[in-house]
């Protein structure tokens, strides 16, 4: 029998796994790292993680979520009962003692499963800054409080205060108690969608220049100053800083398929698309909505629609694809602008006419064939991405539940994590402030007739690079990681901001970092969620309320032929010839195959143009 001393040696080296699996493991890599991806992509793993997927949805808060956790009231909604090794440690308004005695002008409520359609709050850039007032957090009702809410949607004074609990997000609850959450996780920026998506994708948001929707020519090239909306502290060459949600000019449906008059946002250098293909790795964003409605004819200055719509829960209908939502759209490199389809399966995560750019459709046909991509980010609809005034967090469950449930049945499930995270958080109260590492001095009027930067940000760390308007970390919110190699039932402390996630995927692949002070530098690592010693080898099923369905062994499972379902305009064509696109050339002859007969019902919305979303 082993000593005391040698057993405690040997869980202290256990507990190091999954750090050191982290890093670049070079000669002392394990056996698992000598395994290339599957035969979809050309670079070995520093862990036995082979996929990762990344479920990214729309403005909340931690606190918004998970303020009382593990307790929920009970009294109505789905019932939920934590296990007794929950641990105590969460950094929530519950064990902050903030739910009475709370220094802002209203307690914070919480709001009941019928109470799930609200109104959006205030998350600009400036305001979420002023909420904090440089720590004390007191200041959220007169900055980024909605007021009146219109229409069908919940309100009530001081509503930016209220939160759900585990009997309307049990989902996530659930989750929480299988698999690892981190309560330490923030906004690389403060700000709302345009910017949180593209340090997801680059830790960058820096490196914008406007560009007019009409002609395609960026604005420095011409004699105009950039749009002050799109291009935030423009050098002398207009390249600036993005906060706001400029619409990416590489997209035929940005900008009302290109009828406004607001300028584009194109952004410079590199995102981890560009890093991972300079490796071979496959990867894709999968959006729903993506398809589009009435496909690229083929011409020039014409362009695709994609004006289809789902109803929410509350009956309201919402179309389904956001451009501003869809960030690899603003690099040219990584984008996607008619909205082509891949030609098959088997390109999917590869290079095509797509470029890396996918429906969700094509996620679930991948997915079912065994064809994975090595990295996959995942985008909801509207109406299921949680985002308050179109969506809710009744339907952002039924995505989850209905996508991880998916996961969990595939034959990739063995070499998956799955990250559950968020572009930023509304503008709902969070208590936990994040002292800026970052600072930024910008002095000029922002949208709340203050100082764009507030004292705060102003007075933090010099900005890395010199890079103005990117002052964080700004925000908290949800960061959870299901996987069979998840710790369970751990809350992990580490802070991280959304440039972890692609920290992750450059340490897993060996890829370098993004580079012009990316975030991804110094973003927290992930690995405090995982124990690739010792998997927990769980397949966790949930109900569409987010209860608990089965839990039991990771069962094996074949993959199956699929493949792409085919957009509106080759519905007709579909039906006599096999489902998977036929190989036709690509650019305008693919586009005019796509636009052959198009036909297809729709409900239809008027699109609206959201200034901060």
Known sequence: MASRGRRATTRSIGALAGAAALTLLGAHAPAWAAAPDGGRGSSSTATPIKHVVVLFDENVSFDHYFATYPKAANSDGTKF???????????????????????????????????????????????????????????????????????????????????????????????????SMNDRSYSSVYGPSTPGALNLISGQTHGVVSMDPASGTENPKQTATPDSYTVQSPDAKGVGTVVNDPDPAYDDCAGKDHTSKNALASMQDRNIGDVLNS?????????????????????????????????????????????????????????????????????IGHNGQANHNYDLTDFDAALKAGKLPAVSFVKAPEYQDGHAGYSDPIDEQHFLVQQINALQKSPQWKSTAVVIAYDDSDGWYDHAYA?????????????????????????????VGGYADRCGPGTRQPLLVVSPYSKVNKIDHTRTDQSSIIRFIEDNWHTGRVGDHSF??????????????????????????????????????????????????????????????????????????????????????????????
């Open 520 to 613: 991804d530098a110094a973003a927290g690592s992930l690995a405090g969620m995982f124990d690739f010693r010792h998997p927990n080898n769980r397949q966790v099923l949930l109900n569409t309320d987010g209860s608990v369905k089965s839990v039991g062994p990771i069962r094996p499972v074949k993959a199956v032929a699929t493949s792409i379902t085919p957009g509106p305009a080759m519905q007709n064509t579909a039906e006599t010839t096999d489902a998977s696109f036929p190989a036709v050339p690509v650019g305008i002859a693919a586009g005019a195959l796509l636009a052959a007969g198009a036909t297809g019902t729709y409900l239809t919305l008027r699109r609206r143009e959201r200034r901060t979303a």
């Open 279 to 347: 490796k071979k790795i496959t990867w894709g964003w999968f959006q729903g909505g993506f398809r589009p409605s009435t496909a690229w004819d083929g011409k020039q200055g014409d362009y695709a629609k994609c004006d289809t719509t789902h109803t929410n829960v509350g009956g309201a209908a919402a179309v389904d694809y956001s451009p501003h939502h869809s960030p690899f759209q603003y690099y040219k490199s990584t984008s996607n602008p008619h909205h082509l389809p891949p030609k098959n399966v088997d390109e």
């Open 435 to 463: 002292k800026p590492r970052n600072g930024s001095k910008d002095t000029s009027t922002g949208s709340n007739g203050k100082a764009t930067d507030s004292p705060a940000c102003q007075a933090g760390p010099a900005a």
């Open 81 to 179: 009962t934590a296990s007794k090794n929950t641990p105590k440690d969460v950094d929530n308004l519950r064990t902050a003692g903030l739910l009475t005695k709370n220094p802002n002008q209203y307690a914070p409520k919480r709001l009941t499963p019928s109470q799930a359609m609200t109104c959006d709050q205030n998350h600009a850039y400036g305001p979420e800054q002023y909420a904090y007032n440089g720590g004390k957090n007191d200041q959220f009702v007169q900055n980024t409080d909605s007021g009146k809410c219109s229409g069908t949607l919940f309100g009530e004074p001081g509503l930016v205060m209220d939160y759900y609990d585990g009997n309307t997000v049990t989902g996530l609850w659930n989750y929480a108690q299988h698999y």
